[in-house]
């Protein structure tokens, strides 16, 4: 094994079974200090409890971890959902959002105790690597970047299990059930183990943020979303800062059974993978921001959001958050959120969601022009010439046609 020598390494750390398998072999490989560092962007279950002694006990020199779950929520999230980004048509982009946050505190960390280099858990099959580096590349090029998974011999996490507790280091993955879950405050993913098989159903065990739907009350639940040009701020009429919002409606949309999705997406690097995500709260807030984006933004604005959100999909998903592209992105959106104003009502029920209502003080749907009862506002003899020129160029064509099939005749 080639020795390089590293002073000092900052390791995007989590404590799962790849970081765990990394602290050691930096140090091994690159005669490194290595210093791990750990994003708080809201995974629960306990994740980061002792999280800084099991880096030490993996041979880290330190473990730093920083709560991020309100810049989460308010500089990353919000403008995903504000631009209404969804890739592969239901991946509402938990991972990808959370991915240039980490790695941008990973750099600042990197500077403030002079490291010479950063490292990421990410495979070489993954999008998480590109994501990490992008954001290495825009925020600190001058750094060394270590991507263990694109040097080291080990072919696979059956070959990590064993490192890891040759070394003394608790993880929690099995050969028998050697999944990947990624949980922030947006959602769960889950990947590896039975679900390469995209043909079997995704095990019910393997949830933590949704309930079966099948086992979710009988009754169903109503709540109201209300937003301020775009952005959501309260829950049933109360006022909510971003954590504690998506926080409440992760709780009731989980309770409902909300927010499961199985998609087979196609990795930036080329091949296709399968993913289980648990989106509970996000669930309701895309589907709340588009019905109040329908009230209240005209048919030609709605179609170009439809096309720039396809684009901020791509965007996020690819990795190119810290990028002039993003910054046009979001002013381009942000002028088109100044009257999503206003409050929607979702029914939830075991699983399911329907629009119970929704009212916004700029609301363009307007009773007076769209009621088939008696109106005084609008003329429908006026529809005659609108008709006619909007059809001209129809009836051009269907005058020409008739005149060829005369001439053959």
Not at 92 to 116: F, K, M, N, Y
Not at 352 to 375: H, N
């Amino acid at each position: 094994m080639t020795m390089h020598k590293t002073r000092t390494v900052v390791l995007a750390y989590s404590g799962g079974l790849d970081t765990s398998a990394i602290v050691p072999w930096l140090k091994e490989t690159y005669d490194a200090s290595v210093v791990c560092f750990a994003a708080d962007v809201g995974q629960g279950l306990g994740e980061l409890d002792g999280l800084i002694a099991k880096a030490k006990r993996s041979g880290a020199d330190d473990c730093v971890i920083e709560d991020l779950r309100e810049e989460f929520v308010r500089d990353f999230v919000f403008p995903t959902l504000r631009a209404g980004a969804v890739y592969a048509r239901t991946y509402l982009l938990g991972t990808s959002i959370a991915r240039p946050l980490t790695a941008a505190h990973q750099v600042q960390l990197a500077q403030r105790i002079g490291a010479e280099a950063v490292s990421h858990g990410c495979t070489g099959k993954g999008n998480d690597q590109v994501r990490f580096e992008l954001t290495y590349a825009a925020l600190a090029p001058d750094l060394q970047v270590i991507a263990p998974w694109r040097e080291w011999d080990f072919q696979g996490r059956e070959d990590l299990i064993a490192y890891v507790r040759a070394k003394g280091v608790p993880v929690q993955a099995t050969a028998e059930q050697p999944y990947s879950t990624d949980r922030n405050l947006w959602h769960c993913s889950h990947e590896g183990g039975i679900l390469e098989d995209p043909s079997q159903e995704a095990p019910e065990h393997i949830f933590v943020m949704t309930r079966n739907p099948l086992e979710a009350p009988d009754t169903p639940v109503v709540l109201s979303i209300g937003f301020e040009e775009g952005t959501p701020v309260s829950v049933d009429a109360v006022p909510l800062g971003p954590v504690e919002l998506l926080e409440t409606l992760n709780e009731i949309a989980g309770e409902h059974g909300v927010g499961r999705a199985d998609v087979v997406e196609d990795r930036l690097v080329g091949m296709k993978s399968r993913g289980v995500y648990e989106t509970p709260g996000g669930t309701l807030l895309y589907a709340a921001h588009r019905e109040l984006e329908q009230m209240t933004l005209d048919r030609r604005v709605l179609r170009m959001k439809d096309e720039l959100a396809l684009r901020y999909a791509d965007l996020v998903y690819d990795g190119r958050w810290w990028t002039p592209e993003r910054e046009a992105l979001d002013a381009c959106i942000t002028s088109t959120q100044r009257t999503v104003t206003g409050t929607v009502r979702l029914k939830l029920y075991k699983g399911g969601i329907t629009v119970a209502g929704r009212e916004s003080p700029y609301a363009l749907y307007q009773p007076s022009y769209a009621t088939f009862g008696k109106d005084n506002v609008y003329n429908q003899k006026d529809a005659e010439g609108f008709i006619r020129l909007y059809g001209l160029a129809i009836r051009i064509g269907a005058g020409l046609k008739a005149q060829h099939v005369a001439d053959e005749v």
